[in-house]
């Protein structure tokens, strides 16, 4: 009996250090390619990232494969943190539902970029059409692969649940928008302002399906709703789609005075 304890200990000890050499590598991969460094955490982050949807549906977690770093566009410095958020749901065996009209879900596993832009934007939530709005349950073999959502399923447990409502409208502003787009904000005027003065431009740029952008004071926050990117490559390409969106959002704040939009040149 002994020597079985002593060899679970052992096998442990192996397995959790296999999962952190894994977890530095791919790090490394992501920093690479993405032209970031490798961060230790999220502590540099503002708190705004804690009021956000993101943050409603994930109910916080757990980050990995974190890298940062400040790149320049038009004259302004971008710092840009990107990383995997493992959620709290995820933890639990449960996922959560955005209440808003039409409802969408996300992954367990989601890669994120957050953008700090200068000044301070409305909060607005972008989503584009995708499989997060499909609402479907994770599948027979995730769950039979994890303890929590098998047992959950045993019991009879319920694993979905509405997320909290961050401080936005639950219906779509009636603003001009790309194919496949949506919004959600408290600021029509505003939001529509940004839009007409480039921000729609960049919308049709950042034709990714299931791409969620959020605004809110000096955050830009960029994920895929439905599921986490694979591969370093992937990885960076969401950070450069992330950027280019931060880009559009700090060239249209810009042109928008109190008077309105600016004509352009």
Same mark, same amino acid.
């Given at each position: 009996?002994?020597?079985?304890?002593?060899? &679970?200990? #052992?096998?442990?000890?192996?397995?959790?250090?296999?999962?952190?050499?894994?977890? %530095?590598?791919?790090?490394?991969?992501?920093?690479?390619?993405?032209? *970031?460094?490798?961060?230790?955490?999220?502590?540099?982050?503002?708190?705004?990232?804690?009021?956000? #949807?993101?943050?409603? *549906?994930?109910?916080? &977690?757990? /980050?990995? %494969?974190?890298?940062?770093?400040?790149?320049?566009?038009?004259?302004?410095?971008?710092?840009?943190? #990107?990383?995997?958020?493992?959620?709290? %749901?995820?933890?639990? &065996? $449960?996922?959560?539902?955005?209440?808003? $009209?039409?409802?969408?879900?996300?992954?367990? *596993?989601?890669?994120? @970029?957050?953008? /700090?832009?200068?000044?301070?934007?409305?909060?607005?939530?972008?989503?584009?059409?995708?499989?997060?709005?499909?609402?479907?349950?994770?599948?027979?073999?995730?769950?039979?692969?994890?303890?929590?959502?098998?047992?959950?399923?045993?019991?009879?447990?319920?694993?979905?649940? +509405?997320? $909290?409502?961050?401080?936005?409208?639950?219906?779509?502003?009636?603003?001009?928008?790309? /194919?496949?787009?949506?919004?959600?904000?408290?600021?029509? /005027?505003?939001? &529509?302002?940004? *839009?007409?003065?480039?921000?729609?431009?960049?919308? +049709?740029?950042?034709?990714?399906?299931?791409?969620?952008?959020?605004?809110?004071? +000096?955050?830009?926050?960029?994920?895929?709703?439905?599921?986490?990117?694979?591969?370093?490559?992937?990885?960076?390409?969401?950070?450069?789609?992330?950027?280019?969106?931060?880009?559009? @959002?700090?060239?249209?704040?810009?042109?928008?005075?109190? %008077?309105?939009? +600016?004509?352009?040149?």
């Amino acid at each position: 009996m002994d020597w079985y304890f002593f060899a &679970g200990i #052992a096998a442990g000890a192996v397995a959790l250090l296999a999962r952190a050499t894994t977890r %530095r590598s791919g790090q490394a991969a992501a920093a690479t390619a993405s032209g *970031l460094h490798a961060a230790p955490d999220l502590t540099h982050l503002p708190q705004a990232l804690q009021r956000t #949807a993101l943050w409603s *549906l994930a109910d916080g &977690g757990f /980050e990995s %494969r974190v890298v940062h770093g400040t790149v320049s566009r038009a004259r302004t410095d971008i710092a840009v943190t #990107a990383f995997d958020l493992e959620t709290l %749901r995820e933890r639990r &065996g $449960e996922w959560a539902w955005l209440p808003v $009209e039409p409802p969408f879900r996300i992954a367990g *596993l989601v890669s994120v @970029v957050v953008c /700090e832009v200068p000044g301070r934007q409305p909060h607005a939530l972008f989503k584009r059409a995708g499989h997060g709005d499909a609402m479907l349950d994770d599948n027979r073999v995730d769950r039979a692969a994890h303890i929590a959502k098998n047992v959950r399923d045993r019991l009879g447990v319920p694993r979905s649940y +509405e997320a $909290e409502m961050p401080a936005l409208p639950s219906t779509p502003l009636d603003v001009p928008l790309p /194919e496949g787009w949506r919004v959600y904000g408290r600021a029509p /005027e505003s939001i &529509g302002q940004l *839009l007409a003065a480039g921000l729609g431009k960049t919308l +049709e740029r950042a034709s990714r399906r299931d791409l969620v952008i959020e605004l809110l004071d +000096e955050l830009v926050v960029v994920y895929p709703a439905a599921r986490d990117v694979s591969g370093a490559d992937a990885f960076a390409d969401l950070t450069t789609t992330a950027i280019d969106v931060a880009e559009g @959002v700090v060239a249209s704040s810009a042109r928008v005075t109190p %008077r309105g939009v +600016e004509p352009t040149a």
